[in-house]
């Protein structure tokens, strides 16, 4: 989505092999003369930096162990850095006894830049082993010099075709095609916590069908950017496991942000960003829209940017509404909240709760439950995690802890 910025640029292929009498060599390589071994013709001084050689101070001797591993390291992804380049290869292994030395092993590799993000590429260099391997068990492709000279062509086509179109058709016999697709890999989402909101960033009533996983579709009518997980995860009838693991779909695909749970006790603070909010009409019109109460008329910008503005630390919601007489604008203030916290300009401020240990035995009522709340109190859980936890309002938690002499609150 927003994080992904295209694929980075594939250099080169090349198809290595164990020789039973040179050991390891570079058999085929695109582009000719982009990379140098003891067994290959100097380098063309019009090509790219050749990726093994002495100006490297790594050579393909150097590291052929890795392109052509021991069987410890085949049949899983294997990545090289050398000082230019990044070379990712799933080095294969094949058993028989018609080989020479019993086995079969080789190495399709691709080459990138060294620090470029190629984890695109890793399931299509992992299936193109896989499709060698198939070839060769069903058919010795490999093994008969016929058809695998057909492999120059074939990488020839990998290079130009994935680099240009990011895919890739290659007919290969009347069995087999090779069929490539490179896909964004984008980063694993955060945990999802009981305590936190879902807001839909799209329509997730469109988007979903009667094929959709059952629990997507039976949280979707409670994502409403109110609820936080273990609310959707009661009214849905939905064990919050299973609603927690859905909601990381959705935020791997991009459909939902997390925020917190909206109260009138909350304090938020503005971080710089909010200069883009300043400078972007499209982002101020969507902002007038997004936090006018439905049929009132909306106030001007300027006069939420200065709401926006007047949120600073120790002043929490509720007092902010009477200093700035917010209800007479027409603003809809969660909503308001909620766009500076999507855009990233608004940030949090969290209450946590810390009772030193000297402490620890002042609480003046011994009850079971209040004892339970102990655990909490070591300044590494928050309000809403704990008021989540134990089913308590902030008021009604507050109410509790003034029981507890020498309790410090931090807040962050």
């Known amino acids: 989505m927003d994080l992904f910025q295209g694929f980075p640029k594939l250099h080169a292929i090349f198809f290595s092999e164990f020789h039973p009498i040179q050991g390891p060599k570079i058999t085929y ?25 002495k100006e490297n101070t790594l050579d393909f ?9 021991k069987p410890e390291l085949c049949n899983r992804l294997v990545i090289i850095g050398t000082k ?6 799933y080095p294969v292994s094949i058993e028989n006894s018609k080989y020479k030395r019993n086995a079969l092993i080789f190495n399709l590799c691709f080459v990138f830049d060294n620090n470029a993000d190629s984890s695109s590429y890793e399931q299509v260099v992992t299936k193109m082993a896989f499709i060698l391997k198939s070839l060769e068990v069903e058919s010795n492709f490999l093994y008969n010099s016929n058809t695998k000279q057909s492999l120059q062509n074939i990488i020839e086509q990998l290079l130009e075709d994935l680099n240009s179109y990011s895919e890739c058709q290659i007919p290969i016999n009347e069995i087999y095609s090779i069929n490539l697709k490179l896909f964004p890999k984008y980063p694993n989402p955060e945990e999802v916590h009981d305590y936190q909101v879902p807001v839909s960033i799209i329509n997730l009533n469109k988007l979903s069908d009667k094929y959709w996983d059952l629990t997507a579709r039976r949280i979707i009518p409670y994502i409403n950017g109110v609820y936080p997980i273990k609310r959707i995860a009661e ?9 927690k693991i859905t909601i990381q779909h959705f935020l791997y695909y991009g459909c939902v942000k997390m925020v917190d749970i909206f109260q009138f006790s909350n304090i938020y603070y503005i971080k710089p960003a909010i200069r883009k909010l300043l400078k972007d009409e499209e982002m101020q019109a969507q902002c007038v ?15 939420i940017f200065s709401l926006y503005c007047s949120l600073k630390h120790g002043l929490t919601i509720k007092e902010w509404i009477k200093e700035n007489n917010v209800i007479s604008y ?17 940030q949090r401020v969290h209450k946590y709760p810390i009772l030193p240990n000297q402490y620890q035995n002042s609480l003046i009522d011994k009850n079971e ?6 655990k909490y109190l070591n300044g590494r859980h928050h309000y809403d995690e704990i008021c989540t936890k134990l089913s308590y309002s902030p008021k009604e938690l507050d109410e509790i802890l003034k029981r507890y002499s020498g309790i410090k609150f931090i807040w962050k």
């Open 289 to 303: 829209d997004f936090v006018v109460k439905q049929g009132r008329i909306p106030p001007s910008f300027a006069k």
């Open 369 to 374: 439950n209040e004892q339970f709340i102990k």
């Open 235 to 243: 009214v849905a009838d939905v064990d919050i496991t299973l609603v």
């Open 330 to 346: 027409n603003i809809d203030v969660r909503r308001l909240i909620l766009f500076g916290v999507i855009k990233g300009f608004l």
């Open 84 to 89: 230019k380049y990044k070379v990712m290869g």
């Open 61 to 69: 001797d150097a590291i052929s162990e890795y392109v052509i591993p």
């Open 29 to 53: 390589a695109i582009p000719d003369g982009f990379i140098y071994s003891s067994s290959s013709s100097s380098t063309n001084s019009n090509t790219s930096i050749p990726l093994f050689c």
